[in-house]
């Protein structure tokens, strides 16, 4: 019979095997016989040896879609589709936002070409909206149709010109600003933020204990990472694939009642500091 | 058709014994190979039978020791020890007395 017991499973079982033989007082013996039967337990789900049962599939409902404090917020009012504000229903509608009924707080994705790109005819797509609004407006106050097409010849100049801004200038500030923020931080990278409806590239930090998102312009704001619950490692939220294809840490923090996604462009260091917080 | 709580109980120790005799094994096969033979008639909740199985390594009825099993794990066998089986067969006369009372009665009780 193979083993496909993998290391972590081992370890989860290890673990759960010494809880328990620690608080019945079992002896070494007992302990290790307890041990091996979680581990022929756990062998015999996997290879489906043992089906499933009513009661089993219970608990996974329970612990993976019955939790009283994520239920609160998918069920809670915030979340009623009548009630929620126009800058919750934005965030939603937006391109770059997570799905309603897995409400992220704050989200933020890798500031690398691709996502740039993206970034960067967002931007223009909402700065045309804005042009053209303003023009029809003159437009339908009796100005003459020239003004409106004089108008939006400017639209591939300004697309050109935040082209350049994202790429370029955007860029050399980041650098600028990266050197601005305190240099003995544990782990940084550079991301684009989404928090509400604005959309900016800015720092994400870990320092003592804290995550610390700096957007370009505006306000930084940090969150203690002493209430985390949990981090998952997701492409998908509600079965759609994520942004760019990259994986996310989904961090559940319990006090806050908050929860954040994001995704960077070396995960491998973030994997192992959460490792050691959860 | 299951069986009364008391029913199956009252012969726990006997089918430990019973299934040592053909083969030693660890407590999780046990419970298996058990739960196999009475299909629907009863099933074993696994963790009723470690308490079990150290009672009657106590009486001194079986032993055991750790050995690597076939997906390569240490696992805990045990063996049924000369005690046990002459254990095991004065419990299975005790056994087949006791149900041939019943079928007696039984086979009297049908023929009225």
């Not at chain 1, 089993?56 to 009012?77: A, Q, T, W």
Request: proline share 4%; net charge neutral.
């Amino acid at each position: 019979m193979q083993d496909k017991i993998t290391t972590s499973l081992q370890s989860e079982l290890t673990q759960l095997a010494a809880r328990i033989a620690k608080v019945n007082g079992y002896t070494h013996d007992q302990h290790l016989e307890l041990l091996s039967h979680l581990e022929d337990k756990a062998m015999d789900y996997i290879t489906r040896e043992t089906p499933i049962q009513e009661e089993d599939i219970l608990i996974l409902v329970r612990e993976h879609f019955g939790k009283e404090e994520i239920l609160h917020d998918l069920m809670g009012p915030q979340s009623q589709p009548g009630k929620a504000s126009l800058a919750e229903d934005m965030r939603h509608f937006n391109w770059g936002g997570p799905g309603k009924d897995d409400f992220w707080g704050v989200f933020a994705f890798p500031w690398k070409q691709e996502n740039r790109i993206r970034y960067a005819l967002m931007v223009m797509i909402l700065w045309e909206i804005l042009v053209i609004g303003v023009l029809l407006f003159f437009y339908f106050k009796k100005l003459s149709s020239g003004w409106l097409l004089g108008g939006l010849q400017f639209i591939p100049i300004l697309m050109a010109t935040i082209l350049y801004f994202l790429h370029l200038k955007i860029g050399s500030k980041l650098d600028n600003k990266r050197k601005e923020l305190k240099r003995s931080t544990e782990l940084e990278s550079e991301v684009i933020l989404v928090r509400g409806m604005i959309q900016l590239p800015g720092i994400l930090q870990y320092d003592l204990g804290k995550l610390k998102f700096t957007p370009l312009t505006g306000t930084p704001f940090e969150y203690s990472l002493q209430s985390l619950q949990k981090v998952v490692e997701t492409r998908n939220c509600n079965g759609r694939l994520l942004l760019g294809n990259n994986i996310y840490f989904k961090i559940h923090l319990k006090e806050e009642n908050e929860r954040l996604g994001f995704a960077v462009s070396q995960p491998a260091p973030w994997r192992k500091l959460f490792k050691t917080k959860s | 058709m299951t069986q009364e709580k008391e029913l199956v109980g009252a012969s726990t120790s006997l089918l430990i014994l019973g299934v040592l005799a053909k083969s030693p094994d660890y407590g999780y096969q046990i419970v298996k190979r058990i739960n196999q033979e009475a299909e629907t008639i009863f099933q074993w909740q696994e963790g009723t039978v470690y308490p079990l199985l150290h009672k009657l390594e106590e009486e001194g009825w079986i032993r055991s020791q750790w050995e690597t099993a076939e997906n390569g794990r240490k696992r805990k066998y045990y063996y049924i020890t000369p005690e046990g089986k002459e254990t095991l067969e004065s419990k299975v006369k005790q056994w087949k007395e006791f149900t041939g009372v019943i079928n007696r009665i039984m086979e009297v009780s049908h023929a009225r």
